[in-house]
Protein backbone atom coordinates (compact mmCIF):
# COMPACT_ATOMS: atom_id res chain seq x y z
CA UNK A 1 0.00 0.00 0.00
CA UNK A 2 1.56 3.14 -1.08
CA UNK A 3 -0.47 6.30 1.22
CA UNK A 4 -0.85 9.71 -0.76
CA UNK A 5 1.00 12.50 0.41
CA UNK A 6 -1.40 15.24 0.35
CA UNK A 7 -0.61 19.18 0.78
CA UNK A 8 -3.19 21.16 2.32
CA UNK A 9 -4.04 24.73 2.65
CA UNK A 10 -0.72 26.53 3.89
CA UNK A 11 -2.89 29.52 5.67
CA UNK A 12 -6.16 30.38 6.86
CA UNK A 13 -8.00 32.65 8.91
CA UNK A 14 -11.46 32.71 10.04
CA UNK A 15 -13.57 35.08 10.75
CA UNK A 16 -16.04 37.65 10.78
CA UNK A 17 -14.50 41.12 8.87
CA UNK A 18 -10.67 39.01 8.39
CA UNK A 19 -11.51 40.04 4.84
CA UNK A 20 -10.33 43.92 5.50
CA UNK A 21 -6.71 41.27 7.02
CA UNK A 22 -6.52 40.93 3.08
CA UNK A 23 -3.79 43.46 2.62
CA UNK A 24 -1.67 43.02 5.21
CA UNK A 25 -1.67 39.46 4.41
CA UNK A 26 -0.69 39.34 0.39
CA UNK A 27 1.68 42.42 0.87
CA UNK A 28 5.01 40.51 1.82
CA UNK A 29 4.40 38.12 -1.55
CA UNK A 30 4.57 41.22 -3.16
CA UNK A 31 7.84 40.48 -5.56
CA UNK A 32 9.99 42.84 -6.74
CA UNK A 33 8.31 45.08 -4.98
CA UNK A 34 6.16 45.90 -7.62
CA UNK A 35 4.84 42.91 -9.46
CA UNK A 36 0.75 43.17 -9.76
CA UNK A 37 -1.81 40.95 -7.83
CA UNK A 38 -4.55 39.86 -10.39
CA UNK A 39 -7.76 39.54 -8.41
CA UNK A 40 -10.52 37.83 -9.98
CA UNK A 41 -13.83 38.45 -8.28
CA UNK A 42 -17.32 37.10 -9.09
CA UNK A 43 -18.97 39.83 -11.12
CA UNK A 44 -22.43 40.06 -8.42
CA UNK A 45 -20.03 41.95 -6.61
CA UNK A 46 -19.92 44.57 -9.38
CA UNK A 47 -20.97 47.87 -7.79
CA UNK A 48 -21.28 46.35 -4.29
CA UNK A 49 -18.64 49.21 -3.02
CA UNK A 50 -19.22 47.39 0.51
CA UNK A 51 -17.17 44.72 -1.00
CA UNK A 52 -14.84 45.75 -3.58
CA UNK A 53 -13.78 48.78 -1.68
CA UNK A 54 -12.17 46.66 0.58
CA UNK A 55 -9.70 45.16 -2.17
CA UNK A 56 -6.29 46.44 -1.31
CA UNK A 57 -5.04 47.75 -4.89
CA UNK A 58 -2.29 49.06 -5.55
CA UNK A 59 0.93 49.63 -7.94
CA UNK A 60 -0.35 47.76 -11.07
CA UNK A 61 -2.64 45.36 -9.08
CA UNK A 62 -5.45 44.26 -11.93
CA UNK A 63 -9.40 43.43 -10.72
CA UNK A 64 -11.08 41.25 -13.44
CA UNK A 65 -14.79 40.97 -13.15
CA UNK A 66 -15.77 37.15 -13.52
CA UNK A 67 -19.44 35.98 -14.50
CA UNK A 68 -19.98 32.80 -12.57
CA UNK A 69 -23.02 32.14 -14.68
CA UNK A 70 -21.25 29.21 -16.68
CA UNK A 71 -18.60 27.27 -14.96
CA UNK A 72 -15.12 27.70 -15.68
CA UNK A 73 -13.67 26.45 -19.18
CA UNK A 74 -10.14 25.47 -19.92
CA UNK A 75 -10.34 27.77 -23.33
CA UNK A 76 -11.76 30.49 -21.00
CA UNK A 77 -7.57 29.88 -18.36
CA UNK A 78 -6.35 29.77 -21.35
CA UNK A 79 -7.75 33.25 -22.73
CA UNK A 80 -7.09 34.67 -18.59
CA UNK A 81 -3.53 33.72 -18.40
CA UNK A 82 -2.83 35.22 -21.72
CA UNK A 83 -4.30 38.66 -21.54
CA UNK A 84 -2.31 38.67 -18.22
CA UNK A 85 0.79 38.20 -19.50
CA UNK A 86 0.10 40.60 -22.48
CA UNK A 87 -0.83 43.27 -19.80
CA UNK A 88 1.66 42.96 -17.89
CA UNK A 89 5.23 42.80 -17.89
CA UNK A 90 6.28 41.40 -14.65
CA UNK A 91 5.37 37.48 -13.83
CA UNK A 92 1.86 38.58 -11.29
CA UNK A 93 2.97 38.24 -7.52
CA UNK A 94 -0.23 36.35 -6.69
CA UNK A 95 -3.90 35.74 -8.20
CA UNK A 96 -6.71 36.33 -5.33
CA UNK A 97 -10.24 34.72 -6.35
CA UNK A 98 -13.25 36.01 -4.74
CA UNK A 99 -15.93 34.14 -5.13
CA UNK A 100 -18.08 30.83 -5.42
CA UNK A 101 -16.70 27.80 -6.62
CA UNK A 102 -15.52 28.75 -10.35
CA UNK A 103 -14.22 31.85 -9.36
CA UNK A 104 -12.19 29.71 -7.29
CA UNK A 105 -11.04 27.21 -9.55
CA UNK A 106 -10.58 29.43 -11.83
CA UNK A 107 -8.21 31.32 -9.73
CA UNK A 108 -6.47 28.56 -9.00
CA UNK A 109 -6.13 27.29 -12.75
CA UNK A 110 -5.08 30.85 -13.67
CA UNK A 111 -1.96 30.08 -11.01
CA UNK A 112 -1.31 27.14 -12.58
CA UNK A 113 -0.99 27.71 -16.37
CA UNK A 114 0.86 30.89 -15.30
CA UNK A 115 4.05 28.74 -14.79
CA UNK A 116 3.25 25.46 -16.95
CA UNK A 117 3.50 25.70 -20.51
CA UNK A 118 0.68 25.28 -23.10
CA UNK A 119 -2.70 24.41 -22.30
CA UNK A 120 -5.42 23.96 -19.65
CA UNK A 121 -6.98 21.12 -20.77
CA UNK A 122 -3.47 19.41 -21.44
CA UNK A 123 -3.14 19.38 -17.11
CA UNK A 124 -6.82 18.21 -16.80
CA UNK A 125 -6.53 14.46 -14.61
CA UNK A 126 -4.42 13.39 -12.06
CA UNK A 127 -0.70 15.05 -11.51
CA UNK A 128 -0.08 16.13 -14.55
CA UNK A 129 1.39 19.65 -13.32
CA UNK A 130 4.85 20.11 -13.56
CA UNK A 131 6.27 23.53 -11.83
CA UNK A 132 4.71 24.97 -9.12
CA UNK A 133 1.45 27.42 -9.14
CA UNK A 134 2.59 31.26 -8.25
CA UNK A 135 1.15 32.30 -5.19
CA UNK A 136 -2.66 31.96 -5.03
CA UNK A 137 -5.52 33.03 -2.39
CA UNK A 138 -9.19 31.73 -2.17
CA UNK A 139 -11.92 34.15 -0.57
CA UNK A 140 -15.08 32.11 -0.64
CA UNK A 141 -18.42 34.29 -0.95
CA UNK A 142 -20.32 31.29 -0.95
CA UNK A 143 -20.36 28.09 0.87
CA UNK A 144 -20.37 24.55 0.30
CA UNK A 145 -18.43 23.05 -3.06
CA UNK A 146 -15.39 22.73 -0.53
CA UNK A 147 -13.18 24.47 -3.62
CA UNK A 148 -11.53 26.41 -0.86
CA UNK A 149 -9.50 23.56 0.39
CA UNK A 150 -9.68 20.93 -2.27
CA UNK A 151 -6.40 19.86 -4.19
CA UNK A 152 -8.13 20.44 -7.45
CA UNK A 153 -9.57 22.83 -10.17
CA UNK A 154 -12.78 21.52 -11.97
CA UNK A 155 -12.70 22.67 -15.48
CA UNK A 156 -15.06 21.86 -18.87
CA UNK A 157 -12.57 21.39 -21.51
CA UNK A 158 -13.10 20.02 -25.19
CA UNK A 159 -13.60 16.66 -24.35
CA UNK A 160 -14.10 16.54 -20.50
CA UNK A 161 -15.31 18.15 -17.49
CA UNK A 162 -12.50 17.13 -15.11
CA UNK A 163 -10.45 18.49 -12.56
CA UNK A 164 -6.98 19.57 -12.34
CA UNK A 165 -5.54 17.57 -9.22
CA UNK A 166 -2.26 18.28 -8.44
CA UNK A 167 0.08 18.99 -5.29
CA UNK A 168 0.42 22.59 -7.01
CA UNK A 169 -3.31 23.32 -6.61
CA UNK A 170 -4.38 23.67 -3.12
CA UNK A 171 -4.34 27.68 -2.09
CA UNK A 172 -1.20 29.32 -0.11
CA UNK A 173 -3.94 31.82 1.72
CA UNK A 174 -7.57 31.02 2.35
CA UNK A 175 -9.58 33.40 3.58
CA UNK A 176 -13.06 32.64 5.84
CA UNK A 177 -14.91 35.46 6.16
CA UNK A 178 -18.56 34.79 7.06
CA UNK A 179 -19.84 38.17 6.53
CA UNK A 180 -19.43 37.62 2.78
CA UNK A 181 -21.40 35.21 2.33
CA UNK A 182 -24.73 37.05 3.82
CA UNK A 183 -26.49 38.37 0.65
CA UNK A 184 -26.52 35.30 -1.41
CA UNK A 185 -29.94 34.15 -2.73
CA UNK A 186 -31.88 31.37 -1.05
CA UNK A 187 -31.65 29.05 -3.88
CA UNK A 188 -28.46 29.15 -3.94
CA UNK A 189 -27.36 29.22 -0.86
CA UNK A 190 -29.12 25.76 -1.04
CA UNK A 191 -27.99 24.35 -3.48
CA UNK A 192 -24.30 25.02 -2.88
CA UNK A 193 -25.03 23.71 0.56
CA UNK A 194 -26.29 20.46 -0.58
CA UNK A 195 -22.91 20.11 -2.41
CA UNK A 196 -21.36 19.92 1.06
CA UNK A 197 -23.82 17.45 2.28
CA UNK A 198 -23.54 15.19 -1.09
CA UNK A 199 -20.06 15.36 -0.47
CA UNK A 200 -20.93 13.83 2.89
CA UNK A 201 -22.82 11.35 2.32
CA UNK A 202 -20.31 9.81 -0.78
CA UNK A 203 -17.78 10.19 1.20
CA UNK A 204 -19.32 8.71 4.08
CA UNK A 205 -20.64 5.22 2.21
CA UNK A 206 -17.54 4.88 0.00
CA UNK A 207 -15.88 2.10 -0.37
CA UNK A 208 -12.36 4.19 0.09
CA UNK A 209 -13.53 5.52 3.52
CA UNK A 210 -11.26 5.78 6.09
CA UNK A 211 -10.92 7.20 9.97
CA UNK A 212 -9.32 10.27 8.05
CA UNK A 213 -12.37 10.88 5.34
CA UNK A 214 -14.86 9.78 8.30
CA UNK A 215 -13.71 11.99 10.65
CA UNK A 216 -14.01 14.91 8.66
CA UNK A 217 -17.42 13.90 7.13
CA UNK A 218 -19.00 13.48 10.54
CA UNK A 219 -18.71 16.90 11.11
CA UNK A 220 -19.53 18.36 8.22
CA UNK A 221 -22.68 16.10 7.75
CA UNK A 222 -23.35 17.09 11.99
CA UNK A 223 -23.02 21.08 10.84
CA UNK A 224 -25.42 20.56 7.81
CA UNK A 225 -27.85 18.98 9.67
CA UNK A 226 -28.12 21.84 12.66
CA UNK A 227 -28.13 24.26 9.56
CA UNK A 228 -30.47 23.21 7.09
CA UNK A 229 -32.43 20.88 9.83
CA UNK A 230 -32.75 21.79 13.26
CA UNK A 231 -34.09 25.58 13.49
CA UNK A 232 -31.90 26.89 16.63
CA UNK A 233 -29.03 28.92 14.83
CA UNK A 234 -29.29 32.58 14.42
CA UNK A 235 -28.36 33.68 10.63
CA UNK A 236 -25.13 34.43 11.48
CA UNK A 237 -24.13 31.05 13.37
CA UNK A 238 -25.80 29.18 10.51
CA UNK A 239 -23.34 31.25 8.01
CA UNK A 240 -20.23 30.84 10.27
CA UNK A 241 -20.96 26.89 10.52
CA UNK A 242 -21.83 26.19 6.87
CA UNK A 243 -18.47 27.52 5.91
CA UNK A 244 -17.02 25.15 8.31
CA UNK A 245 -19.17 22.76 7.20
CA UNK A 246 -17.71 23.21 3.39
CA UNK A 247 -14.44 23.29 4.74
CA UNK A 248 -14.58 19.58 6.12
CA UNK A 249 -16.59 18.19 3.60
CA UNK A 250 -13.90 19.20 1.40
CA UNK A 251 -11.34 17.72 3.73
CA UNK A 252 -13.41 14.56 3.99
CA UNK A 253 -13.63 13.76 0.15
CA UNK A 254 -9.64 14.68 -0.23
CA UNK A 255 -8.33 11.45 1.18
CA UNK A 256 -11.42 9.66 -0.11
CA UNK A 257 -13.74 10.18 -3.54
CA UNK A 258 -17.18 11.36 -4.10
CA UNK A 259 -19.74 9.03 -5.51
CA UNK A 260 -22.52 8.84 -8.13
CA UNK A 261 -24.30 12.52 -7.92
CA UNK A 262 -21.27 14.13 -8.52
CA UNK A 263 -20.37 11.69 -11.66
CA UNK A 264 -23.72 11.99 -13.24
CA UNK A 265 -23.75 15.23 -12.22
CA UNK A 266 -20.65 16.17 -14.40
CA UNK A 267 -22.60 14.33 -17.20
CA UNK A 268 -25.16 17.03 -16.77
CA UNK A 269 -23.12 19.64 -16.45
CA UNK A 270 -20.81 18.73 -19.54
CA UNK A 271 -23.82 18.62 -21.89
CA UNK A 272 -26.26 20.92 -20.61
CA UNK A 273 -24.08 23.39 -18.49
CA UNK A 274 -26.43 22.58 -15.78
CA UNK A 275 -24.48 24.29 -12.61
CA UNK A 276 -23.12 21.60 -10.20
CA UNK A 277 -24.94 22.45 -6.70
CA UNK A 278 -28.39 22.75 -8.51
CA UNK A 279 -27.13 19.51 -11.06
CA UNK A 280 -26.07 17.31 -7.65
CA UNK A 281 -29.74 18.30 -6.28
CA UNK A 282 -31.16 17.19 -9.51
CA UNK A 283 -29.50 13.78 -9.20
CA UNK A 284 -29.05 13.36 -5.78
CA UNK A 285 -33.52 13.17 -6.12
CA UNK A 286 -33.58 10.01 -7.55
CA UNK A 287 -30.43 7.85 -5.96
CA UNK A 288 -32.64 6.81 -3.14
CA UNK A 289 -31.12 3.26 -4.22
CA UNK A 290 -27.72 3.89 -3.99
CA UNK A 291 -27.84 6.22 -0.69
CA UNK A 292 -31.38 5.65 1.05
CA UNK A 293 -30.64 7.54 4.38
CA UNK A 294 -29.06 10.28 2.81
CA UNK A 295 -31.65 10.84 0.36
CA UNK A 296 -34.21 10.69 2.34
CA UNK A 297 -32.82 13.20 4.47
CA UNK A 298 -31.98 15.57 1.35
CA UNK A 299 -35.86 15.88 0.54
CA UNK A 300 -36.65 16.48 4.03
CA UNK A 301 -34.21 19.69 3.73
CA UNK A 302 -35.35 20.52 0.45
CA UNK A 303 -39.05 20.63 1.72
CA UNK A 304 -38.20 22.51 4.86
CA UNK A 305 -36.33 25.45 2.91
CA UNK A 306 -38.95 25.31 -0.18
CA UNK A 307 -36.62 24.82 -2.95
CA UNK A 308 -38.05 23.66 -6.32
CA UNK A 309 -35.41 21.83 -8.48
CA UNK A 310 -35.53 21.70 -11.84
CA UNK A 311 -37.63 19.05 -13.60
CA UNK A 312 -37.81 17.06 -17.01
CA UNK A 313 -33.98 18.60 -17.94
CA UNK A 314 -33.59 15.81 -19.92
CA UNK A 315 -37.12 15.40 -21.10
CA UNK A 316 -36.40 16.36 -24.75
CA UNK A 317 -32.93 14.91 -25.18
CA UNK A 318 -31.84 12.64 -28.24
CA UNK A 319 -29.86 8.86 -27.47
CA UNK A 320 -26.60 10.24 -28.68
CA UNK A 321 -26.87 13.04 -26.03
CA UNK A 322 -28.21 10.36 -23.51
CA UNK A 323 -24.73 8.78 -24.57
CA UNK A 324 -22.42 11.61 -24.23
CA UNK A 325 -23.95 12.11 -20.20
CA UNK A 326 -23.34 8.67 -20.04
CA UNK A 327 -20.21 8.51 -21.30
CA UNK A 328 -18.67 11.68 -19.12
CA UNK A 329 -19.98 10.16 -15.76
CA UNK A 330 -19.03 6.63 -16.53
CA UNK A 331 -15.65 8.02 -17.32
CA UNK A 332 -15.28 9.09 -13.44
CA UNK A 333 -13.52 5.79 -12.95
CA UNK A 334 -12.37 6.79 -9.42
CA UNK A 335 -16.02 7.96 -8.54
CA UNK A 336 -17.49 4.91 -8.89
CA UNK A 337 -14.98 2.67 -7.15
CA UNK A 338 -15.85 4.88 -4.43
CA UNK A 339 -19.18 4.44 -5.02
CA UNK A 340 -19.84 0.58 -5.62
CA UNK A 341 -16.43 -0.88 -5.16
CA UNK A 342 -14.21 -2.30 -7.53
CA UNK A 343 -16.59 -4.75 -9.17
CA UNK A 344 -18.70 -1.31 -10.12
CA UNK A 345 -18.28 -2.58 -14.11
CA UNK A 346 -20.66 -5.15 -13.48
CA UNK A 347 -23.44 -3.12 -11.12
CA UNK A 348 -23.47 0.08 -13.52
CA UNK A 349 -24.60 -0.48 -16.65
CA UNK A 350 -25.62 2.35 -19.77
CA UNK A 351 -28.88 1.58 -19.39
CA UNK A 352 -28.89 1.99 -15.83
CA UNK A 353 -27.63 5.38 -16.08
CA UNK A 354 -30.14 5.93 -19.16
CA UNK A 355 -33.19 4.78 -17.13
CA UNK A 356 -31.79 7.44 -13.65
CA UNK A 357 -30.93 10.48 -16.68
CA UNK A 358 -34.32 10.17 -18.20
CA UNK A 359 -36.34 10.97 -14.71
CA UNK A 360 -34.08 13.69 -13.84
FE1 LIG B 1 -19.12 18.85 -5.29
Redesign the pocket.
Known amino acids: MNYKNYPMVSRVVFGRGSFNQLGDIIAPERLNRKAPFIFLVDDVFKGNSDLTSRIPLAYDDQLLYISAEQEPKTSQVDELVESIILTHKDRPSGIIGIGGGTILDLAKAVAIMLTNEGEAKNYQGWDLVKNPAIYHVGIPTISG??AEVSRTTILTGPERKLGINSDYTPFDQVILDPELTKDVPKDQWFYTGM?CF??CIESLNGTYLNAFSQSYGEKALELCKEIFIEDNLSEEESADKLMMASWHGGMSIAYSQ?GVA?AMSYGLGYLLGIK?GVG?CIVFEHLEDYYPEGVALYKAMRKKHNIKIPQGICADLHDDEFDIMIDVALSLEPLWENAIGKNWKQVITRNKLKALYQKM
Open positions: TGDVHVHHN
